[in-house]
Antibody, heavy 121, light 107 residues
Framework: EVKLLESGGGLVQPGGSLRLSCAAS????????MSWVRQAPGKGLEWVSP????????YYVDSVKGRFTISRDNSKNTLYLQMDSLRAEDTAVYYC??????????????WGQGTLVTVSS | AIQMTQSPSSLSASVGDRVTITCRASQDIRNDLGWYQQKPGKAPKVLIN???SLQSGVPSRFSGSGSGTDFTLTISNLQPEDFATYYC?????????FGQGTKVEFK
């Protein structure tokens, strides 16, 4: 059974940093691309960043470019999102999602349950 | 970025109804479209990939169609557990973009 378990969310002040983790199990983690998707309270879904199977290829939406860094440790079956210079508009539930392929060009087949990040003073 | 326009934004329906949700892309995305279901407080669930391929374990009352710019999600014989919000997602090119969602409510 595929499981994706996010952690690391919480309350942080504007300008602060936070690192999210997503622990994966039930599949060969190193063979699949992964993504982070977020959802602001009461709003729709926003795709944030993908990473390829080996971590060599990444992408960021403009709203987080230069502030967020996606990475993965295939030896630990874990995906990360380092979030710096956080803003109030980054407040959201952050989901990790598994791609159907290794490069990140095909859609998702599994999602985690999400972790809430609140940016507020 | 490709814009995805979903309609309607909400609809009211009864158990047993046939429901249709549409998604229009601002440019040709071939069949690179997925449909997701989200219930309150829960993570999205994948229903369909590649416009019409049903994800394993998803009931056959869900179906998807379309290619190019116009896509449809159909739920035949709506069940109580189907009341939720539905999103389309284009995975044709980066940045991937979601539709704004369609909330299916009980009439």
């Amino acid at each position: 059974e595929v499981k994706l378990l996010e952690s690391g969310g919480g309350l942080v002040q504007p300008g602060g940093s936070l690192r999210l983790s997503c622990a994966a199990s039930g599949f060969t983690f190193r063979s699949y691309a992964m993504s982070w998707v977020r959802q602001a309270p009461g709003k729709g879904l926003e795709w944030v960043s993908p990473i390829s199977d080996r971590g060599s290829n990444t992408y960021y939406v403009d709203s987080v470019k230069g502030r967020f860094t996606i990475s993965r440790d295939n030896s630990k079956n874990t995906l990360y999102l380092q979030m710096d210079s956080l803003r109030a508009e980054d407040t959201a539930v952050y989901y990790c999602a598994k791609h159907r392929d290794s490069n990140g060009y095909n859609g998702f087949d599994y999602w985690g349950q999400g972790t809430l990040v609140t940016v507020s003073s | 970025a490709i814009q995805m326009t979903q309609s309607p934004s909400s609809l009211s329906a009864s158990v047993g109804d046939r429901v249709t949700i549409t998604c229009r892309a601002s440019q040709d995305i071939r069949n690179d479209l997925g449909w997701y279901q989200q219930k309150p407080g829960k993570a999205p669930k994948v229903l369909i990939n590649d416009a019409s391929s049903l994800q394993s374990g998803v009931p056959s009352r869900f179906s998807g169609s379309g290619s190019g710019t116009d896509f449809t999600l159909t739920i035949s014989n709506l069940q109580p557990e189907d009341f939720a919000t539905y999103y389309c997602l284009q995975d044709y090119n980066y940045p991937w973009t979601f539709g704004q969602g369609t909330k299916v409510e009980f009439k």
